[in-house]
């Protein structure tokens, strides 16, 4: 039998079910009509079709670290999924191929595979959530993403009521994105990994650690090494999560660094003439990414910027937007909206959110 509980009222009840602030990392979100669990895969499949059954919507929250949920909370079923487990499918001798259930604890398993000689993930250390989330976002950091390593996503289809393998190409990776973000077709059950047998991490491609590691880019260094040093990267800008920093009260990075054509670039690079050279990276086809945390600092909105309500950009971090007590969703988005009118305004790029915004907008 499938692994399932009831955690809240249904909405027949009365009683008011907790918030779902309580389980997000920005501790923001009114309350769901129906909260409940699912520590296995199995479970979770069963409770999706239950709620498709009850015609109800359902939103499927695991770290709730990317997301941003409307102070009138969910009119559904909320599902947290609490499934655990790290199983290795084969070993070779330079590869390891491991499948990660949905609902394990991110770093859990990134400290986990550094310590086991696996590389491939290291520079992925200290970003909340949980495995199943980290493809629906092809989270990425300090030069790596998951799309490198996800050879395939174990998903319940609810279009065709069944579960199914998909592999890395019909995932769709983007820059923070996938088939998989904005559509809940797919429910993720457990991703697969396939990580180099090597005590020495992937070369390093991202000219901050590189400098603060002492190595060129492109070389390699301990999996401890890069991994103690990512952290201690992210702590300084208030990114790994501590219930005593009010700076980590957020999601990460909510906008994403815009990425423009050639044409774009070049009226950008007028705009800003007078302030300086916007930081860029040359990207395919002529594209450029620009650095977001540049264009609202020199658009007037730095670190510690105060928004409405309790919200504020973070201290440590300007693409940090953070709950600093008593916020609501709606003063943090209009902090948002401040931030994205202010940029666009002074040099015509429109910034993009990166999290996902449910029952609410920007």
């Not at 690079?269 to 086809?285: C, L, N």
């Not at 300007?318 to 709606?330: E, M």
Request: hydrophobic share 40%; net charge negative; glycine share 10%.
């Amino acid at each position: 039998m499938p692994d399932v509980s009831a955690d809240a009222p249904t909405a027949a009840d009365p009683t008011a079910p907790t918030p779902l602030g309580s389980y997000t990392t920005l501790r923001l979100g009114g309350p769901p009509q129906r909260l409940v669990t699912a520590t296995d895969a199995d479970g979770m499949v069963e409770r999706v079709r239950e709620a498709a059954l009850l015609h109800q919507p359902i939103l499927i929250l695991a770290g709730g670290s990317n997301v941003v949920i409307g102070d009138a909370g969910f009119p559904g079923t909320v599902l947290l999924v609490r499934s655990r487990g790290v199983r290795v499918l084969a070993e070779e001798a330079d590869t390891v191929h491991v499948r990660v259930e949905a609902g394990e604890p991110w770093d859990e398993l990134v400290a986990a595979t550094v310590d086991a000689g696996w590389s491939g993930l290291e520079c992925l250390s200290g970003i909340p959530g949980s495995a199943g989330a980290t493809p629906i976002q092809n989270v990425g950091a300090y030069g790596q993403e998951v799309a490198e390593t996800v050879t395939a996503v174990r998903v319940y289809d609810r279009a065709t009521d069944e579960i199914r393998s998909m592999s890395a190409d019909e995932c769709g990776f983007a820059y923070r994105g996938s088939v998989f973000k904005h559509n809940d077709r797919w429910a993720v059950l457990s991703v697969d990994f396939r990580l180099a047998r090597s005590p020495l991490s992937a070369p390093v491609r991202y000219a901050e650690l590189a400098r603060t590691l002492g190595v060129q880019v492109g070389d390699r260094v301990p999996l401890a090494a890069a991994r103690s040093t990512v952290l201690g990267l992210r702590a300084s800008k208030g990114m790994v999560i501590d219930a005593a920093d009010p700076d980590t009260c957020s999601v990460g990075s909510f906008f994403t660094n815009p990425v423009l054509d050639a044409a774009a670039y070049a009226l950008l690079r007028e705009r800003a003439r007078e302030i300086g050279e916007p930081p860029s990276w040359p990207g395919p086809d002529g594209v450029v990414k620009l650095s977001a945390a540049w264009l609202i600092d020199r658009a007037g909105f730095p670190k510690g910027y105060r928004g409405p309500d309790g919200v504020a950009i973070s201290s440590k971090h300007t693409l940090a937007l953070t709950n600093r007590g008593g916020g609501s969703t709606a003063a943090l988005l209009a902090l948002a909206r401040e931030i994205r009118d202010g940029v666009r305004h002074r040099f015509g790029v429109t910034l993009h959110p990166e999290p996902v915004l449910v029952n609410c907008s920007l």
